[in-house]
């Protein structure tokens, strides 16, 4: 199935898409998109996605317009829209 | 819960000619001035976005405000800190602020602070005002401003940007978000130095300015428990649900 992620923030001059169309497996978490991801990625977008085993933290991840509060206890649906946020404090 | 508003201070005959046209709004009429008139309002720091949220604030009638910023003004500075000038350069850039708000409302109150935002002032200055809008570039002032906020139970608008996007929340101390509960590391990707142009400032700063004004008024719906996300490279807006982090270590108490 298919879903959007769009990128905000720095992690769209990383990503260098503003959002781009994703095939996942049904069932699949946020947090293991996310970190395929990464890896098809690769540098420098990876090492703001990752930490660790797991996803960055100081991401703001929303689906659906509703914040995800933890990225692998969510599944996404078909069609589902994921934003994934950098921190911004431009000011 | 929105805030209790602030005391309102009576309007005169010259008030009532300034802000004439803010009366007729719906929900705000000649109280919502007063309120506004006894309000203090905290902006740190008057840049990019905290000189349009500061500028729009002193338009609207604000009482008081209280600003924070240190250093002198850059050329650099001037593609988007609209509160600076060219004649200014390498004089305090806060003088420039403070002048050019008396210009457009001599009856402007201001307690200018010529620091920025640290652990050392941050609840002195959280101390003087009825709402907070931080503007700060960086991660550090910010979560200083949201502890503070959190602390004194004072709501606080949070404006950003970067390149073509912007964001702005509202917190309010126990029952929305706190900034500790979007990011509850400090990022560490941020740089101080960022891509932007002037006119996203100003489209991010006018709707920080408008929940200062619609929480001290009454007025309207704040973007409480929202982030409101906008790209205007497409004009793209998009506001998602944010939630309370359980055992958040700055708000999880308030």
């Given at each position: 199935?298919?879903?959007?992620?769009?990128?905000?923030?720095?992690?769209?001059?990383?990503?260098?898409?503003?959002?781009?169309?994703?095939?996942?497996?049904?069932?699949?978490?946020?947090?293991?998109?996310?970190?395929?991801?990464?890896?098809?990625?690769?540098?420098?977008?990876?090492?703001?996605?990752?930490?660790?085993?797991?996803?960055?933290?100081?991401?703001?991840?929303?689906?659906?317009?509703?914040?995800?509060?933890?990225?692998?206890?969510?599944?996404?649906?078909?069609?589902?829209?994921?934003?994934?946020?950098?921190?911004?404090?431009?000011? | 819960?929105?805030?209790?508003?602030?005391?309102p201070?009576?309007?005169?005959?010259?008030?009532?000619?300034?802000?004439?046209?803010?009366?007729?709004?719906?929900?705000?009429g000649e109280r919502g001035?007063e309120h506004?008139?006894?309000?203090?309002?905290?902006?740190?720091?008057?840049?990019?976005?905290?000189?349009?949220?500061?500028?729009?604030?002193?338009?609207?009638?604000?009482?008081?405000?209280?600003?924070?910023?240190?250093?002198?003004?850059?050329?650099?500075?001037?593609?988007?800190?609209?509160?600076?000038?060219?004649?200014?350069?390498?004089?305090?850039?806060?003088?420039?602020?403070?002048?050019?708000?008396?210009?457009?409302?001599?009856?402007?109150?201001?307690?200018?602070?010529?620091?920025?935002?640290?652990?050392?002032?941050?609840?002195?200055?959280?101390?003087?005002?009825?709402?907070?809008?931080?503007?700060?570039?960086?991660?550090?002032?910010?979560?200083?401003?949201?502890?503070?906020?959190?602390?004194?139970?004072?709501?606080?608008?949070?404006?950003?940007?970067?390149?073509?996007?912007?964001?702005?929340?509202?917190?309010?101390?126990?029952?929305?978000?706190?900034?500790?509960?979007?990011?509850?590391?400090?990022?560490?990707?941020?740089?101080?130095?960022?891509?932007?142009?002037?006119?996203?400032?100003?489209?991010?700063?006018?709707?920080?300015?408008?929940?200062?004004?619609?929480?001290?008024?009454?007025?309207?719906?704040?973007?409480?428990?929202?982030?409101?996300?906008?790209?205007?490279?497409?004009?793209?807006?998009?506001?998602?649900?944010?939630?309370?982090?359980?055992?958040?270590?700055?708000?999880?108490?308030?």
């Amino acid at each position: 199935m298919n879903i959007t992620v769009a990128w905000f923030g720095q992690l769209r001059d990383a990503a260098d898409v503003a959002e781009q169309e994703v095939s996942i497996d049904p069932g699949a978490t946020v947090a293991s998109v996310l970190l395929d991801l990464a890896e098809a990625h690769g540098e420098p977008l990876a090492s703001m996605l990752r930490r660790g085993e797991g996803i960055a933290s100081t991401l703001l991840v929303s689906l659906d317009d509703v914040q995800v509060m933890d990225p692998q206890a969510t599944t996404a649906s078909p069609g589902s829209r994921l934003v994934v946020m950098a921190p911004i404090s431009g000011g | 819960m929105m805030m209790e508003p602030p005391s309102p201070r009576p309007l005169d005959d010259a008030d009532r000619t300034i802000w004439d046209w803010q009366f007729s709004v719906p929900g705000f009429g000649e109280r919502g001035q007063e309120h506004l008139k006894g309000a203090s309002v905290m902006v740190s720091r008057v840049g990019g976005l905290g000189g349009i949220v500061a500028y729009e604030l002193a338009a609207a009638g604000v009482g008081r405000l209280v600003l924070a910023h240190a250093g002198d003004v850059k050329p650099s500075d001037l593609n988007r800190q609209l509160l600076m000038t060219h004649d200014a350069i390498g004089t305090s850039r806060l003088a420039c602020a403070v002048h050019r708000l008396k210009e457009l409302n001599p009856r402007l109150d201001v307690l200018a602070v010529e620091e920025n935002v640290s652990d050392a002032n941050v609840a002195g200055l959280v101390a003087e005002a009825d709402v907070v809008v931080d503007c700060a570039p960086l991660f550090v002032e910010r979560f200083a401003m949201n502890r503070e906020a959190i602390r004194q139970g004072k709501p606080l608008v949070e404006c950003a940007m970067y390149e073509l996007q912007g964001q702005v929340t509202t917190v309010l101390p126990g029952t929305t978000p706190c900034l500790a509960c979007l990011y509850p590391e400090p990022p560490p990707a941020w740089k101080r130095e960022f891509p932007v142009f002037g006119a996203v400032s100003g489209a991010i700063g006018c709707i920080g300015a408008m929940e200062a004004i619609k929480l001290l008024s009454g007025l309207g719906e704040p973007l409480a428990g929202r982030m409101l996300s906008i790209d205007l490279r497409d004009v793209r807006t998009q506001e998602i649900q944010i939630h309370r982090r359980p055992g958040c270590p700055v708000c999880a108490e308030a």
